[in-house]
């Protein structure tokens, strides 16, 4: 796919079909995670990747709970049975790091950019991504990092959901002016 129609085409999304994501094409979005540039070239990652349904729906109902305490405005919405954290995705795929306070904001950042490349890479095999900021509160619940398989001493850099999008997205905008400024 031409890199300038993944780059405008991707788009959060937010509903999901329960079509199983082919291993081939997880492992290779996988893959172009790990080829994103990284601090010293450390490489620092591991991902888990998440199918079972009672286990998404743990960290969703986790997640919900960390939020609404500490986001109070956020309650209300937060305050329906259905999954408005991970969207009933057949898929949440965490990007961790082990826990080392002076490469805290470097290891963000390395996974951050290994996210960009997944997702760019899932859009091209027609899938839908979706960043899941909320599901890094579950890094105060030791007891749920395990039983997600997280190794001792890590946690949870970038999580998101993956899958087959039920609907096709609209094109999104962007429409900041004036963000450029060149000096010569
Ligand atoms: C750091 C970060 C955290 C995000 N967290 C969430 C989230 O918790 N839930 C959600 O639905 N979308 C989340 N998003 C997705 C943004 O809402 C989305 O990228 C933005 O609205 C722009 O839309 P687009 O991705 O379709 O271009 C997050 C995005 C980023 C970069």
Redesign the pocket.
Same mark, same amino acid.
């Given at each position: 796919m031409d890199i300038d129609v993944c780059i405008r085409g991707r /788009?959060?999304v /937010?509903a999901y079909t329960q079509e199983r994501v082919a291993k081939e094409q997880i492992e290779t979005i996988l893959e172009a995670g790990t080829w994103a540039p990284t601090g010293m070239n450390r490489q620092p990652w591991r991902f888990i990747v998440i199918e079972d349904k009672q286990l998404i729906k743990l960290v969703s109902d986790e997640t919900k709970e960390l939020v609404k305490k500490a986001m109070p405005p956020l309650a209300t919405q937060l305050n329906t049975s259905e999954d408005v954290i991970c969207y009933d995705a057949p898929m949440l795929i965490l990007i961790c790091t082990e826990k080392d306070p002076q490469w805290a904001q470097i290891n963000l950042l390395d996974c951050v950019l290994a996210a960009q490349n997944m997702f760019l890479k899932a859009y091209e095999y027609g899938l839908g991504t979706?960043?899941?900021?909320?599901v890094q509160f579950l890094n105060s619940k030791p007891e749920v990092l395990r039983r997600l398989g997280m190794p001792e001493n890590y946690d949870i850099q970038v999580p998101f959901i993956i899958g087959h999008p039920k609907d096709r997205q609209d094109n999104?905008i962007r429409q900041k002016p004036n963000i450029y400024k060149w000096i010569k």
């Open positions: /788009r959060s /937010r979706c960043y899941m900021g909320f999104g």
